[in-house]
């Protein structure tokens, strides 16, 4: 008799390339950023907090404030490599990015290995600027900003930076958006041979 088990959770978040576009893919396939726990889980496996760092003030306040940040990026990102530029979004990245981040110190864990740690408990805003720096940074890069993609996925909103070998890659995930395309494709064949 087989065990069946429900499959696993999502990720919490999509590696992109950039923690401004890990930010942006968020929404989709579901809204990962719906609860402060959420936040809280992605902030860690994002890298910008640490993990154990206990982020007392974070509330549904935090959440507004990202996800407003979340929209002003999308926003600001699918302007340049659509050459629509979106003034309103990136003016308010850059009033974002202007709160200083939280200050990293180096600690000693139990073992004796140096491990990353937050000065203090980090505040929303100085997050929020990490988030808004970093998409300043890439979209004012040239060489990075080339490499934006949009996933050529049916239905994929998702962005990423194309760090693949030529500066190729189609799609946000081969196994998932790739594989539809791929069955997809084969399906028309299919359908064609038959008739």
Not at 130 to 137: P, S, T
Request: charged share 25%; proline share 7%; with cysteine.
């Amino acid at each position: 008799m087989a065990l069946h088990t429900a499959p696993a959770p999502y990720e919490p978040r999509f590696d992109s390339g950039r923690s401004c576009l890990d930010l942006v893919a968020t929404t989709h396939p579901v809204e990962r950023l719906g609860s402060v726990a959420g936040l809280r889980a992605w902030l860690v496996g994002t890298g910008l907090v640490p993990a154990g760092t206990p982020l007392r003030a974070a509330g549904p306040a935090w959440l507004t404030a990202f996800h407003e940040l979340r929209g002003q990026i999308r926003q600001s990102v699918l302007g340049e490599i659509e050459h629509r530029p979106a003034a309103e979004a990136l003016e308010r990245v850059n009033a974002l990015a202007a709160e200083a981040p939280p200050a990293p110190r180096a600690v000693r864990a139990a073992d004796g290995t140096l491990v990353r740690a937050l000065g203090e408990d980090p505040d929303c805003a100085a997050l929020v600027a990490c988030l808004a720096r970093d998409a300043v940074d890439l979209l004012t890069d040239p060489g990075a900003r080339a490499r934006i993609r949009r996933c050529e996925g049916d239905n994929c909103p998702l962005v990423y930076l194309d760090t693949s070998r030529g500066h190729r890659r189609r799609w946000c995930s081969s196994e998932v958006c790739g594989n539809r395309e791929r069955v997809a494709r084969h399906r028309r064949r299919a359908a064609l041979a038959r008739t």
